[in-house]
């Protein structure tokens, strides 16, 4: 299964930046949605998608952990624009794992955007795309989520679920049309990220973006970011948990 060369591209999340260099890449030619909260204010990521290239770009409004928004928010994009190639889930929130550990609130909140709502979205895309026949979903896991670590076990949760969620989901989805495609990146430099130490296998957005439309085309269910995090994942299986649980994040 290639990439789909016509129909919308939506990113939920907007203002990520591997969510804008993915709807950079797939732009030329095609109509893009960059769904965000307070997104009023996506001016400068709206300018750099139309000189990709982009037919048309439609900033709107979307709140992950607004559960019951989500489905008639794609109901009414599928009603403007017509059915939904491609979805990128790009949103998400790394927390904070000191200030988890001591209010249940905030780790509730962590997880609740972090899968809860993930779930939410894949499961109702997930029936919009098989009616339709066709459709790519990208979802993010995380290296954080092969083996929780004790520095960031919150976040490392959701990351865990998810992934196994949406590993039943595109298995689920086989032979529908619908593919389903899970990266799985090590420690990525950005935003979200800032003040950390980059740790061994880190990449860019700019490169998780290109491994993702790369595997996209070629119709990979997985991708790992950089490709000897596999690797690495499988190692961190093995060691004891006396040393992984004095593992930094």
């Known amino acids: ?27 030329p030619g095609r109509s893009v949605i960059l769904a965000a909260r307070r997104s009023d204010d996506l001016a400068a990521e709206t ?3 139309v000189a990709a290239g982009a037919s048309a770009v439609h900033p709107v409004e979307f709140d992950a952990d607004d559960i019951a928004s989500h489905a008639p928010l794609f109901d009414k994009l599928v009603a403007e624009h017509g059915p939904l190639a491609t979805v990128v889930l790009a949103f998400g929130v790394l927390g904070d794992q000191e200030r988890a550990e001591a209010d249940p609130a905030h780790a509730v909140a962590v997880v609740n955007t972090d899968y809860v709502a993930q779930v939410s979205v894949l499961t109702t895309l ?13 979802v993010f896991s995380s290296i954080a989520g092969v083996r929780v670590r004790r520095a ?9 679920g998810l992934d196994g969620f ?3 989901l595109g298995d689920a989805l086989h ?3 619908v593919q389903l495609l899970l990266a799985r990146p090590g420690f990525v430099i950005g935003r979200m990220t800032t003040g950390m130490t980059p740790a061994p296998l880190s990449s860019t957005p700019d490169q998780v973006a290109d491994a993702v439309v790369k595997a996209l085309g070629k119709g990979k269910a997985r991708v790992w970011i950089p490709g000897p995090l596999r690797v690495l994942a499988a190692i961190t299986r093995v060691v004891p948990q006396s040393i992984w649980r004095r593992m930094p994040r």
């Open 1 to 27: 299964m290639g990439t789909q060369r016509s129909g919308p591209v939506l990113v939920l999340g907007g203002r990520s930046e591997i969510g804008l260099e993915i709807a950079v890449r797939l732009a």
């Open 152 to 160: 960031n076990y919150v976040y490392g949760s959701a990351k865990a």
């Open 175 to 177: 032979g529908t049309g």
């Open 166 to 168: 949406a590993s039943g």
């Open 47 to 49: 300018a750099r998608v």
């Open 126 to 138: 997930a029936n919009l795309m098989r009616a339709q026949g066709a459709g790519q979903l990208i």
